[in-house]
């Protein structure tokens, strides 16, 4: 369904999923009831997906894939070559969906739009058929490997960033030849889920490729990894999530990214004023719920105190408000549970020995919007500074180059890192010795590239996303060899 507003019709029909080729409610017996969390307005209201609605959707993954994985790659290429099109051509309007659904001011939705575009536009690249030759001691024998779609996907995504951290994995796998079935989070069925599933049938995906279950994870998550179907599942979320995902998956593939506890490292040579703003723009962007995010701001003693002077200046000045406003740069935390946790841990930190420099309390018309806050870590060890996945910085001293990667590596994640020098060869030194899946020299913590391998080490997950790196999660290898003359066997 859509609605139409002068020459332009609006995407509609939001209390249903699209589920095994057509737009029907779940079978659970229960609704969702999806809200604005910065003013409380019902977006929509679903009857929410059963296992009966994940057998259904497998189904028809199944039996469709068959089909799409044989079709043209070029013809597949321009499925999402259109898809791409109408998310620039209707980036106003999912924008807008971003700013209501999940709180992400006006600015920080068309980045992620921008983004759901390219990552698009470039799936359009993996579906060309890849063989490879390879050698071979055998006489007149030859090797080929084909690659070869997985067949069916699971992907299952987050609220914080949904629209893109559902199409990264979806757009992908579906143009390399497979099927999706998707279940978006909770608190972002719509951007998450259901806009993406209106893109792809305007652009003429064909019907039962994609599937979105709107579900309760305690309803559907196990069954949907543990189903038979799905030969790959690629999740993003918090690691306790998914080590329980790993525990039960059985024989598949996964794509995990999972939590993090981003350090950005200040080392004595740096120009101070660039790391300032972009540890506060790590720190804060869309209120610091991003895996992405700077937990802890690693500065060297000897620039300490100027740093923190400058960085709590810069954290205060941030505008706080509705997020409809083009204005406010902070934002509404998701929801009452999340911005409970966070002032928990804000608090188990003050206990554990950080002192408070700059807080607040929640504004707003549903109070979930929190001001920034910044500990000091002077007496709080790195181990203690915890992911909050909210407005919360930590600033701790380092002793020397050393001591900062130490500290940089005293956690049991490893996503993004950042460090700032004068000198890059020294920047780059520092960046190979930090256990992290990327590190950004000079730069942000918070960084995503639709080109490069995007991926974390130790507890943060497993796999890559993006550029070619993203094919060997969602494809298979199949080796053929031909025999072109007879050859001796032993017997």
Not at 65 to 73: F, G, I
Not at 78 to 87: D, E, G, K, P, Y
Not at 179 to 207: C, F, H, N, Q, R
Not at 468 to 490: C, G, M, N, Y
Request: charged content about 20%; hydrophobic content about 40%; glycine content about 10%.
């Amino acid at each position: 369904m859509s609605d139409t507003t002068g020459s332009h019709t609006f995407y509609t029909g939001f209390d249903a999923m699209p589920l095994a080729g057509e737009w029907r409610p779940g079978s659970a017996g229960r609704t969702l009831s999806d809200g604005n969390p910065y003013s409380g307005e019902v977006l929509t209201e679903i009857t929410l997906a059963g296992t009966r609605d994940v057998d259904l959707a497998y189904d028809a993954a199944r039996d469709a894939q068959r089909a799409w994985s044989c079709t043209d790659p070029e013809e597949r290429a321009a499925t999402f070559q259109r898809a791409a099109a109408i998310v620039v051509q209707r980036a106003d309007e999912l924008a807008d969906w971003l700013t209501r659904e999940i709180g992400a001011t006006r600015d920080r939705a068309a980045v992620e739009v921008a983004i759901v575009a390219a990552v698009t536009a470039a799936a359009a690249e993996h579906t060309a058929d890849v063989v490879d030759t390879v050698g071979t001691d055998v006489p007149d024998k030859e090797n080929r490997v084909y690659r070869k779609p997985a067949g069916v996907v699971t992907v299952i995504s987050p609220w914080n960033f949904p629209m893109y951290l559902s199409n990264r994995s979806v757009a992908p796998a579906l143009a390399l030849g497979n099927a999706v079935v998707l279940k978006p989070a909770e608190d972002s069925p719509i951007t998450g889920g259901l806009l993406l599933a209106k893109v792809y049938e305007e652009a003429g995906l064909p019907a039962g490729l994609l599937s979105v279950l709107v579900g309760k994870g305690r309803d559907i998550g196990d069954y949907l990894v543990q189903h038979e179907t799905p030969r790959v599942v690629s999740f993003t979320g918090s690691t306790p999530v998914g080590r329980g995902i790993a525990a039960k998956a059985g024989v598949k593939r996964l794509a995990l990214e999972l939590g993090g506890n981003g350090p950005l490292v200040v080392l004595d040579d740096a120009d101070l004023e660039r790391a300032v703003e972009c540890a506060v723009f790590g720190s804060y962007y869309h209120q610091g719920q991003i895996c992405m995010a700077t937990n802890r701001v690693i500065v060297d003693a000897s620039v300490y105190g100027e740093f923190v002077d400058r960085f709590v200046e810069l954290a205060r000045a941030l505008r706080i408000g509705d997020p409809q406003d083009a204005s406010t740069q902070i934002g509404p935390v998701i929801n009452d549970r999340q911005l409970d946790g966070i002032r928990a841990k804000v608090t188990e930190a003050v206990a554990g020995g950080a002192r408070l420099l700059l807080s607040g309390e929640p504004a707003g018309p549903t109070g979930r919007v929190l001001p920034p806050h910044v500990l000091l870590g002077d007496n709080y060890t790195a181990t203690a500074a915890q992911e909050v996945f909210g407005p919360v910085a930590t600033l701790i001293r380092a002793d020397g180059e050393a001591d900062a990667l130490r500290i940089a590596n005293d956690t049991e994640y490893g996503l993004s890192s950042g460090v700032f020098t004068r000198d890059v060869e020294r920047g780059l030194r520092f960046a190979q010795q930090v256990e992290a899946g990327m590190t950004h020299i000079n730069d942000t913590t918070v960084h995503d590239d639709v080109h490069a391998a995007f991926g974390g080490e130790k507890a943060s997950g497993v796999g890559r996303f993006g550029g070619r790196w993203v094919a060997e999660d969602f494809t298979t290898h199949h080796w053929i060899s031909i025999q072109h003359k007879p050859r001796p066997l032993v017997f």
